[in-house]
T-cell receptor, first 113, second 114 residues
């Protein structure tokens, strides 16, 4: 167990809807990273937060947004969902602002029907 | 631009035989290279990391990888496969910088035959 908790584990929704994925990092970790894993694109970095502030941005769509709260948990909001957004969304955490050793949660499987 | 290519999408070996998972990288700089493992229904876990201190890197669970600059390769090996090694393995490159630089390969699915 990595210590990173993601909820829910599975999410089924319809096109056009909005969902929120939640991540609790390991105790003491200040950085949170979001990744999207799909069969065709592989693992893609979306966004990183450190101690409440955005630190790095990857291939995140404008329909997607994230934030990190004072208690350090993070939420990834996906809106106007499309079929192509179906994927496994991972959250990872690290102690430092940037660390190549990331601790991953077990992911949220999103299915858009 | 940096990239990694995992040469095999699937590798099947018998339990007790050697494992070889191949990875080639492309980077304009001296990169950091990693292997991560993803067991079914689990998140990714760091296996090992190369950062230029030594070309042969030992990781967890008996895995090791050798950095060969002349061949731009970072292949992952294990002398004797165990059933618990069945998982997806990702080769990762980071040429420097932060989280937006970390580039994952497409993954190699390792199957262990009894």
């Amino acid at each position: 167990d990595s210590g990173v908790t993601q909820t829910p584990k599975h999410l089924i929704t319809a096109t056009g809807q909005r969902v929120t994925l939640r991540c609790s990092p390991r105790s003491g970790d200040l950085s949170v990273y979001w990744y999207q894993q799909s069969l065709d694109q592989g693992l893609q970095f979306l966004i990183q937060y450190y101690n409440g502030e955005e630190r790095a941005k990857g291939n995140i769509l404008e329909r997607f947004s994230a934030q990190q709260f004072p208690d350090l948990h993070s939420e990834l909001n996906l809106s106007s969902l499309e079929l192509g957004d179906s994927a496994l969304y991972f959250c990872a955490s690290s102690v430092r602002e940037w660390d190549e050793k990331l601790f991953f949660g077990s992911g949220t499987q999103l299915s858009v029907l | 631009a940096q990239s990694v290519t995992q040469l095999d999408s699937h590798v099947s070996v018998s339990e007790g035989t050697p494992v070889l998972l191949r990875c080639n990288y492309s980077s304009s700089y001296s990169p950091s290279l990693f292997w991560y493992v993803q067991h079914p229904n689990k998140g990714l876990q760091l296996l090992l990391k190369y950062t230029s201190a030594a070309t042969l890197v030992k990781g967890i669970n008996g895995f090791e990888a050798e950095f060969k600059k002349s061949e731009t390769s970072f292949h992952l090996t294990k002398p004797s496969a165990h059933m618990s090694d069945a998982a997806e393995y990702f080769c990762v490159v980071n040429p420097g910088g932060g989280a937006d630089g970390l580039t994952f390969g497409k993954g190699t699915h390792l199957i262990i035959q009894p």
